[in-house]
């Protein structure tokens, strides 16, 4: 069994602001002292902190007046708190301690509060913990105050059962019932509301739940049309980049093949370079042979009038062996003569002899004069058709030279496209580049409108989500305030049935004191009659009717004290109920007042998301707007890319075109380095074999002068035997020219050098001719001079 430990009290009546502290036993405890000390306050202080609400009992008008009010020298409080300890070694109290204790203070101007070991609670709450011990802070088993043994002795049987069942805890039990009886009448009612609310908010539901499937089927839909959207998009860009890639690799390609150009330009133009030298020293070596041309012409010029005076010498010559053959004749018939003569036998017979070798020499030379004549006719055809062949070669020169510079045009040409081909080409790449920038600043584009449109969306949802929400709480709000307002007028009727059952109560009470004055009154003068009575002696009967008067007047006196209380408790239970009552109104005042606040709130938050819609609506048709200009501009995009597919396909066209041609001339000038050097090996042994022929001639022109100036037949005709060789030798290298002429028509860049060494070598068969015809005359001369010594010693 649990006991009060200790009390603790701070501002609470007479004992200040300072704490007291009494400590209680477990046995019986007794607090003595004189008037006034403030022995009742003590049990006032439990009944406060037990959670006692009727100020009367604890002899206060107000709360207030249970906080210290102040002394000489002492200021008043401004609250008041009371502690109690109980004991809890039995853990009836919850919390699990040793000590169970609850405090309850009080503030001056209002306000108050309980707590529970230390913590805040409600009064229910620890009426509720207090309950478990059997303890009640309106109940009398616990405290039995001023004048109540008295009032006991004087009470009926019922009362008295009614007491006991207070200090039995009976009476609790029938309250709660009574209570519990009450809040079932009232839940009952509250049922049938909620069941006529029920019935309309199922209504109201099946309706919304039919705008739901509406929604549902329309966000469905929604975001169908959002996923094909995104779906078409995404393939557009696909489409792009895929073009985009193809593009690239063209451009790649386009490029690898520019650079494999331009590496075969760079390879090409050092080719050039070499060629255009190597025509530069064509055409220096031209120049030369021209000079030499020039000057084998007046040769040839200088030889043809040697050639002319040299066959007038050949008349005269042809003369004078008719002259001398007539003088042979002569000398013949005078040989015949002179046959009688002894002396002239051997010099007519070495004469003779000399004759017929000369008549042979002569007869050979003769001979000989007209297989030069021959040679001589044929050299010349020679010459003419060399001479047609130099002007074939002359006309194969200036057409390769018209094919070079023609071929230098074209290169040239093919430069300025190649250099145009590579502005365009850097065109091309900065357009490929802008597309790809704006392809990019497209994807961005439609990348951040999806996602304004997503976000914009996620806005939408929420907003109608919360207005959904914020309708269901301000339909729910306002079905609370209906009921709110229905308890209200049930609280209103209440409250003016109680306050009308209190004012008739008040006039009872009013009514019963006067009786109970007039009983008094009453019963006070029976008393004084009765003590005058009692003098007497007489009087006996007349003092047993006053006592039985009395007896009765007592009977009614009780009957009225008893009527009376039970009036007072009635009264203090409706005073109770009164400010239960008041406190629920003044909490469904508050609640309305707040739901009101709520809904003007939810009005505003309304208002705001209408307006956020309107303006995500407007920012959605944007975007709309915004989209369809970038499928626009996608599509213009797709026009200009194919045109620059179109462009570059041509310009590829044109390149491969441009390398097939140049890739046919690359050949060409192989073709003619080769033959060039085929050509400048040839031309190295015919000029090496040339300057030896030079050599021979000039070596065998000195023998012949020298065999000349010595006029010695012998000499002459070794020198003539070894001409002879070689011209033979001429000859053969005639041939070996001849063929290599007939070879050399093939070759188109060599042809000039060739015609040069041509004329140099009928030069030299022209100089070799007339070497011949200048011996022959040499020899001619000498016969001559012979044959007048031999006439000049037979005269």
């Not at 066959?311 to 042979?328: D, M, P, R, V």
Request: proline letters at 1%; glycine letters at 4%; hydrophobic letters at 30%.
């Amino acid at each position: 069994m649990t006991y009060i430990k200790k009390i603790s009290m701070s501002g609470f009546k007479s004992f200040g602001d300072r704490t007291v502290t009494i400590r209680l036993s477990s046995g019986f405890t007794c607090i003595v002292g004189p008037n006034g000390a403030g022995k009742s306050n003590i049990i006032d202080a439990l009944c406060f902190s037990l959670g006692r609400l009727s100020k009367k009992t604890m002899r206060a008008k107000s709360l207030e007046d249970l906080i210290f009010a102040g002394s000489r020298g002492k200021n008043p409080s401004q609250r008041a708190s009371v502690t109690l300890f109980f004991d809890n070694t039995e853990n009836i109290f919850p919390g699990g301690t040793d000590d169970f204790e609850i405090t309850r203070t009080i503030k001056r101007g209002g306000g108050g509060g309980y707590k529970m070991n230390g913590k805040k609670a409600t009064r229910q709450q620890i009426l509720n913990a207090l309950a478990v011990a059997n303890i009640d802070p309106d109940g009398s088993n616990q405290f039995v105050l001023q004048g109540k043994i008295v009032e006991l002795t004087h009470m009926s049987t019922e009362n008295r059962r009614k007491f006991i069942e207070e200090l039995i805890g009976l009476q609790k039990y029938d309250e709660m019932k009574d209570f519990t009886l009450k809040e079932l009448e009232k839940a009952e009612r509250d049922l049938g509301q909620f069941e006529a609310i029920f019935k309309e908010v199922a209504a109201q539901l099946r309706k919304v739940e039919k705008e739901k499937n509406d929604a549902l089927a329309w966000k469905e839909l929604d975001e169908k049309i959002n996923y094909y959207n995104a779906q078409l998009i995404a393939l557009k860009i696909s489409k792009l980049q895929r073009e985009e890639t193809a593009l690239e690799k063209n451009v790649e390609e386009a490029q690898k093949i520019i650079e494999e150009l331009n590496e075969k330009i760079t390879r090409r133009e050092d080719l050039l370079k070499q060629e255009s030298l190597v025509m530069e020293n064509i055409q220096n070596s031209i120049n030369e042979k021209e000079k030499e041309k020039e000057q084998i012409v007046e040769n040839i010029t200088q030889f043809k009038t040697q050639l002319s005076s040299n066959q007038a010498k050949f008349n005269l010559g042809k003369k004078s062996i008719e002259k001398l053959t007539s003088e042979s004749n002569k000398l013949e018939s005078l040989q015949m003569e002179l046959e009688e003569g002894q002396n002239f036998d051997s010099l007519i017979d070495q004469a003779s002899a000399e004759i017929v070798n000369i008549e042979l020499k002569i007869q050979e030379a003769k001979d000989e004069i007209d297989i030069r004549q021959q040679k001589q006719v044929e050299i010349e055809g020679k010459i003419k058709a060399k001479a047609g062949e130099k002007s074939n070669f002359k006309n194969e020169i200036s057409i390769l030279k018209q094919s070079i510079s023609s071929n230098n045009a074209r290169i040239k040409v093919l430069t300025q496209n190649i250099k145009k081909n590579e502005e365009k080409k850097k065109n091309l790449e900065t357009e490929l580049q802008k597309l790809k920038g704006e392809a990019t600043s497209i994807q961005e584009a439609i990348l951040e409108t999806k996602g304004l449109e997503d976000e914009i969306r996620k806005k939408i949802d929420n907003l109608n989500s919360k207005i959904q929400e914020e309708n269901q709480k301000q339909k729910d709000l306002e079905n609370k305030i209906s009921t709110i307002q229905r308890e209200r007028n049930g609280l209103n009727t209440k409250l003016s049935d109680i306050q009308s059952s209190l004012s008739s109560l008040n006039t009872e009470i009013k009514m019963n004191k006067e009786s109970i004055e007039n009983f008094d009154q009453k019963k006070q003068s029976l008393e004084s009659k009765i003590k005058e009575l009692s003098k007497g002696k007489d009087t006996e009967e007349v003092i047993k009717g006053l006592l039985e008067e009395k007896h009765q007047l007592n009977k009614k006196l009780n009957e009225l004290r008893n009527k009376s209380k039970e009036e007072d408790t009635t009264y203090k239970r409706n005073e109770y109920n009164l400010e239960l009552l008041n406190l629920k109104k003044k909490s469904f005042d508050s609640e309305i007042n707040d739901n009101t606040n709520k809904i003007t709130n939810i009005n505003t938050e309304l208002k705001i998301f209408k307006k956020e819609l309107t303006n995500i609506e407007r920012e959605k048709k944007n975007l709309d707007i915004k989209t369809s200009d970038l499928n626009q501009n996608i599509i213009n995009l797709n026009k200009e890319i194919e045109t620059k597919i179109i462009k570059k396909e041509n310009i590829q066209g044109r390149l491969d075109d441009l390398s097939k041609e140049k890739d046919i001339s690359l050949k060409r000038i192989e073709k003619s380095e080769k033959d060039y050097d085929k050509n400048t090996k040839d031309i190295t042994g015919i000029l090496s074999i040339l300057n030896m022929l030079t050599q021979n001639i000039n070596i065998s022109v000195e023998t012949i002068k020298g065999n000349i100036q010595q006029s010695n037949t012998d000499a002459i005709e070794t020198a003539a035997e070894d001409f002879r060789k070689f011209v033979l030798d001429i000859i053969d290298m005639m041939k070996i020219l001849e063929t290599i002429e007939f070879e050399t028509e093939k070759m188109d860049s060599m042809t000039s050098n060739l015609n040069s060494m041509l004329q140099t070598i009928s030069l030299f068969t022209n100089n070799a001719d007339s070497t011949i015809y200048q011996l022959i005359n040499k020899v001619q001369e000498s016969s001559d001079v012979a044959v007048q010594d031999s006439t000049s010693e037979f005269d």
